[in-house]
């Protein structure tokens, strides 16, 4: 009976000495970008990273995790709440203010965003790293989760 007692803590106390929870995130396009966009101007060659003349243009900083997003009335609370939360350690830039067709343009051709998603987490190497919509309380769940991750193991 003592055996049957003190064995689970005995397995406890080992994986907390001994054991390690590694977590990650996946990186898009890893292997480049399968198929073409036609009224996209862009080679395929190797891993997709967002451009420099794009990022610069927003203001991105280099090597700091950046969140993009195309905020909306409906996404608003769930902008504030990340902003709140990372605001320090990431940087959150707004797509807000371009001109419609531009705006496509970059959705398609630069973040390979399509709907629903409204947001695209970029790593401090310029690779996409998750899209998220902000359509019900796990997809915002899921963004904060993978937030964390990625600050954690850059």
């Known amino acids: 009976?003592?055996?049957?007692?003190?064995?689970?803590?005995?397995?406890?106390?080992?994986?907390?000495i001994f054991g390690k929870?590694?977590?990650?995130?996946?990186?898009?396009?890893?292997?480049g970008i399968?198929?073409?966009?036609?009224?996209?101007s862009w080679s395929n060659r190797g891993q997709y990273i967002l451009p420099d003349s794009v990022l610069s243009a927003f203001?991105?900083?280099n090597n700091i995790d950046c969140l993009f997003v195309e905020a909306t009335e409906v996404n608003n609370k769930e902008v504030a709440q990340v902003r709140?939360?990372?605001?320090r350690q990431l940087q959150i830039i707004s797509l807000d203010g371009i001109e419609p067709n531009r705006l496509n343009r970059i959705k398609k051709c630069v973040f390979l965003l399509k709907?629903?998603?409204?947001?695209?987490?970029?790593?401090?190497?310029?690779?996409?790293?998750?899209?998220?919509a902000f359509t019900n309380l796990e997809e915002t769940d899921r963004l904060n989760v993978e937030i964390e991750i990625l600050l954690t193991t850059n």
């Open 1 to 16: 009976m003592l055996v049957a007692l003190a064995l689970p803590g005995l397995i406890f106390i080992f994986l907390k």
């Open 21 to 31: 929870n590694h977590f990650d995130i996946p990186v898009y396009y890893k292997n």
């Open 34 to 40: 399968s198929g073409s966009l036609k009224e996209c």
């Open 59 to 61: 203001g991105y900083k």
């Open 84 to 87: 709140k939360s990372f605001g």
């Open 115 to 132: 709907e629903p998603w409204k947001a695209v987490l970029v790593d401090n190497q310029k690779r996409i790293r998750g899209y998220y």
